[in-house]
C-alpha cells in the first residue's frame, strides 16, 4: 500500500466525539476535540521509482512513468511500464525501497494553482517485486484517501509550519527577559560564550528565522472521512482564507502544522498505536471556525 497521501488544510474547528479509551476516567463520555478539516482530493499515480543503496546513502536506480499524465505534468516516459516491470524482474534484489509519484490537481483542493503537484511517497508492505507490481498496476490511475487510511487510525502529519520572519531569542526560543536595569538590552541572552574557548556554541539562543521549517506531527487520530455530497462540512460563508469544501475531506483531531491552503503530507504512524482500529462515534461538529 501507499505510505502517505497528499492533503490541503482547510482550517481548524471543534468536534465533539466519544471517549472510546477504555482505562481513562472519561470513557463513555463526550470529548472535546480541536479538529482540523483536510481536504483529500483523489490522487493520481503519475510514477514509479526504484532506489538503491551505493556508498551508504539510496540512489535512485530506475523510473517509469505513465503512458497518460494528467494535463500539467511534464514527465516524459522512457519506456512502457510493462517492459520497465520485466527489465528489473531479476535486479530487484539490489532494490532496497521502492516509492510512487503522485500527483493532484490544486483546482480540485480548492487551491489556485494551476500546475499540479507531484511528488514521491512510500511503498510498503510485501516485498521490493510486490511493491513494484502494485504500483505497476495502479500507474495512471486515482487512489482516494479512504482506500489508505481507516476512520479511527492514527496518522503522522508533515508540513510547513506558519512563517514568523525573523525573531529575537525571547519569542523565538523563550528565553527569560532581564530585568528593566540591565545594560544595553533587555530581550537579548545575558552571555553567548564564555572567554575561553572563544566561541559561541549551536545552543545559544541567538536571533533568526522563525517559522517557515518543516515539522512533523505524530498521533493524530482520524475522527471523519466523508464527501460534502454525503455530509456537507462547510460552514455559512465558507471557510476563512479558504472557502468552500467540494471534494472528500478528513478530520484529524488536534492541529495540523501550516496555514490555510498549504499541503500538507498524511502517512501512517512511525509510532503505531497498539490495539484494534474503531470507528469514532462522532456527537457535534461546531459551525464556528477556529483560527
Known amino acids: 500500500m501507499l505510505l502517505g497521501f497528499p492533503a490541503v488544510k482547510v482550517a481548524t474547528m471543534h468536534s465533539i466525539s466519544l ?9 463513555g463520555k463526550p470529548l472535546f476535540n480541536p479538529t482540523s478539516v483536510l481536504a483529500v482530493p483523489e490522487t493520481t499515480i503519475v510514477g514509479v521509482r526504484l532506489y ?14 505513465a503512458k497518460t499524465l494528467p494535463k500539467g505534468v511534464e514527465m516524459k516516459a522512457s519506456m512502457e511500464p510493462d517492459k520497465f516491470a520485466e527489465a528489473w524482474k531479476d535486479k530487484l534484489s539490489s532494490v532496497v525501497r521502492v516509492s510512487a509519484l503522485v500527483s493532484i490537481t490544486p483546482s480540485d483542493a480548492g487551491i489556485s494553482q494551476k500546475k499540479p503537484i507531484v511528488f514521491e511517497v512510500g511503498v510498503g508492505g510485501g516485498d521490493t517485486a ?4 502494485y504500483v505497476i498496476k495502479l500507474l495512471g490511475k486515482g487512489v482516494k ?18 512563517g514568523k520572519g525573523f525573531e529575537g531569542p525571547v519569542t523565538r526560543f523563550g528565553v ?15 552571555v553567548i560564550g564564555p572567554w575561553h574557548p572563544a566561541a559561541v556554541m549551536y545552543t545559544v539562543a541567538r536571533a ?9 506531527e505524530t498521533g493524530k487520530r482520524i475522527l471523519a472521512i466523508s464527501n460534502p455530497k454525503d455530509a456537507p462540512i462547510t ?33 501512517h504512524p512511525v509510532r503505531p498505536v497498539k490495539g484494534k482500529t474503531t470507528p469514532v462515534q462522532m456527537l457535534e461538529l461546531s459551525t464556528r471556525i477556529g483560527r
Open 208 to 216: 533568526g528565522q522563525m517559522g517557515f521549517h518543516q515539522r512533523t
Open 235 to 267: 460552514p455559512n460563508g465558507g471557510f476563512e482564507h479558504f472557502g468552500e469544501v467540494r471534494t472528500d475531506y478528513a478530520l484529524l483531531r488536534g492541529t495540523v502544522p501550516g496555514t490555510n491552503r498549504r499541503v500538507v503530507v498524511v502517512r
Open 19 to 27: 471517549d472510546d479509551r477504555e482505562k481513562t476516567p472519561n470513557f
Open 145 to 162: 484517501f479512504s482506500e489508505i487510511f481507516k476512520t479511527g487510525s492514527y496518522v503522522d502529519v508533515i508540513g510547513i509550519t506558519k
Open 130 to 133: 510486490a511493491q513494484l507490481d
Open 52 to 65: 538503491s543503496r551505493e556508498n551508504g546513502a539510496d540512489k535512485a536506480a530506475g523510473e517509469v512513468y
Open 176 to 190: 527569560k527577559r532581564k530585568q528593566h536595569k540591565s545594560r544595553k538590552s533587555v530581550r537579548a541572552v545575558g
